[in-house]
């Protein structure tokens, strides 16, 4: 049930534009987007909920196409501090009284940003 | 303080020992999660819970035991440590503030079993 990412790594330089995207086999009722630093905790970026609503970071962007299951996380003009793994959380729709909600990761896509 | 904590930090066992990782979080969130994360597999979901006494497997519960019997508690403890469970643990929990569970995680916990 692991979301898929791609690309898995990339390199750009301050600036530039990337996209990461995230897809899954099920219907989701929401995706999240997280960033990972070396050596640190993941920390929220942004959610995309099923119906269209979403909350999220100043700078960076996403989209959410519900009838493909896809997400895609948008960074425009990267800077340095962009530099980290991102990580995609998807929310599965159980059918009513089947169990609690979980999120589950893909496996991630390191972003290098350099000078 | 407030926020989620983890305890230890790093800890090295031997094969066959019984560890236990501690996770506390001072909002009263009702979601509380375990990850382990390891190279080329990203973050995996060990077990999770919805609520004091409710818990639930998650993708990769084998090897692992855990309870809430307070609701800002959340041990995972492995009963016998392998090496296959070196791994860095973290810990997460959440409100689901406005219908979606958004997650704060611990500062995570680096175990090592020799």
């Known amino acids: 049930q692991q979301p898929v990412q791609s690309p898995q790594a990339v390199i750009l330089r301050e600036g530039e534009d990337a996209v990461i995207n995230c897809s899954s086999s099920?219907?989701?009722?929401?995706v999240h987007w997280y960033r990972q630093k070396h050596g640190e905790a993941p920390v929220f970026l942004m959610i995309l909920l099923k119906g269209g609503e979403q909350k999220g970071h100043e700078k960076i962007s996403a989209s959410f196409n519900e009838k493909k299951q896809q997400s895609s996380l948008y960074l425009t003009a990267s800077q340095l501090s962009y530099s980290g793994t991102y990580f995609c959380g998807t929310e599965i729709i159980y059918p009513p009284g089947a169990g609690s909600y979980q999120l589950t990761f893909g496996k991630g896509t390191k972003l290098s940003v350099i000078p | 303080d407030a926020g989620i904590t983890q305890s230890p930090r790093y800890k090295i066992t031997e094969t066959g020992r019984q560890v236990t990782l501690m996770c506390h979080q001072t909002?009263?969130?009702?979601?509380m999660f375990w990850y382990r994360q390891d190279l080329g597999h990203g973050l995996r979901l060990i077990y999770y819970?919805?609520?004091?006494?409710?818990?639930d497997k998650g993708e990769v519960p084998d090897g692992y035991v855990v309870s809430r019997s307070k609701t800002e508690n959340f041990p995972l403890t492995l009963e016998s440590a392998t090496r296959s469970q070196t791994s860095v643990y973290f810990c997460?929990?959440?409100?689901?503030?406005?219908?979606?569970?958004?997650?704060?995680f611990g500062a995570g916990s680096r175990l090592t079993v020799l």
């Open positions: 997460a929990s959440s409100g689901r503030d406005s219908g979606a569970n958004v997650l704060t």
């Open positions: 099920k219907a989701l009722y929401s």
């Open positions: 819970s919805a609520a004091a006494d409710i818990t």
């Open positions: 909002w009263s969130h009702s979601y």
